[in-house]
């Protein structure tokens, strides 16, 4: 049974950080491609960051240059370092553990509860 557990959410002030954790059971972590995704009131869940199993990147264009994905492998654990936060980062935070086809499709979708993050003065 996969389970994914994020951590880390809070209210932080306008300009500070903030760092989101995900540990994962229940996967063979190293063969995900992990993510976060947000969705904020009213709004779609949206794509925030990806790493895929090789260590490769994708950024939304809002947070590129504030927010770095990154992974630990040992420790199942994927995190979201949040540097810059801005009000409009105001959201529920999900993490994502997802497996492909070869031919591209995706073959496994799973997803966490949420932590919410609000960045407020």
């Known amino acids: 049974q996969v389970q994914l557990v994020e951590s880390g959410g809070r209210l932080v002030q306008p300009g500070g950080s903030l760092r989101l954790s995900c540990e994962a059971s229940?996967?063979?972590?190293?063969?995900?491609?992990m993510g976060w995704y947000r969705q904020g009131i009213g709004k779609q869940r949206e794509l925030v960051a990806t790493?895929?199993?090789?260590?490769?990147?994708n950024y939304a264009d809002s947070v590129k240059g504030r927010f770095i994905i990154s992974r630990d492998n040992d420790k199942n654990t994927v995190y979201l370092q949040m540097n810059g936060l801005k009000p409009e980062d105001t959201s529920v935070y999900y993490c994502?553990?997802?497996?492909?086809?070869?031919?591209?499709?995706?073959?496994?979708?799973?997803w966490g509860q949420g932590t919410q993050v609000t960045v407020s003065s």
């Open positions: 994502n553990a997802r497996t492909y086809l070869p031919t591209g499709p995706i073959a496994s979708d799973d």
């Open positions: 790493i895929s199993r090789g260590g490769s990147r």
């Open positions: 229940g996967i063979i972590f190293r063969l995900y491609t």
